[in-house]
């Protein structure tokens, strides 16, 4: 599989964001260490506490139909510089061994190692 098929899914998934609040919408696709693809979209809330972010979603929705263990990510949004995740969806990035981050805008992609992004996670816990 491509990076530019999960970006593609990761557009479309976006193109469904739950953004009234912050009008800010994200898109994520994910690739399972058994090939599936799954997507997701930031989905805002009144209490802007329980938003849950295109990645998490993305995320939740791979586990839930059953992926053990995923192996890569897009996430796309329309900014000036390739969209970045908060610290949160990193760390559920680590529980579920993703190790290829890729950033995007219209223009630009960005790979990083999740290393890269949060250095040391669960070092000596979730590996150990
Ligand atoms: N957001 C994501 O979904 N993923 C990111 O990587 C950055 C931020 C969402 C959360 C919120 O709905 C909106 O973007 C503004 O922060």
């Known amino acids: 599989m491509t990076w530019d098929t999960l970006i593609n899914k990761a557009w479309i998934a976006r193109a469904n964001a739950y953004a009234p609040y912050s009008k ?9 260490e ?22 998490r979603v993305a995320i939740g929705a791979a586990i839930a139909e059953g992926a053990k263990k995923i192996i890569r990510i897009a996430i796309v949004a329309d900014t000036n ?19 290829e981050i890729l950033l995007c805008n219209r223009t630009e992609q960005i790979l990083f190692t999740l290393d890269e992004l949060l250095p040391r996670s669960s070092a000596g816990i979730l590996n150990r």
């Open 24 to 32: 800010f919408q994200v898109g994520a696709a994910i690739e399972s």
């Open 34 to 55: 058994s090939g599936n693809i799954y997507s997701g979209c930031n989905v805002e809330n009144l209490s802007f506490g329980l938003t849950n972010c295109a990645e």
């Open 81 to 99: 510089t390739p969209v970045s995740p908060c610290g949160a969806c990193r760390q559920v990035m680590a529980e579920f061994g993703i190790q």
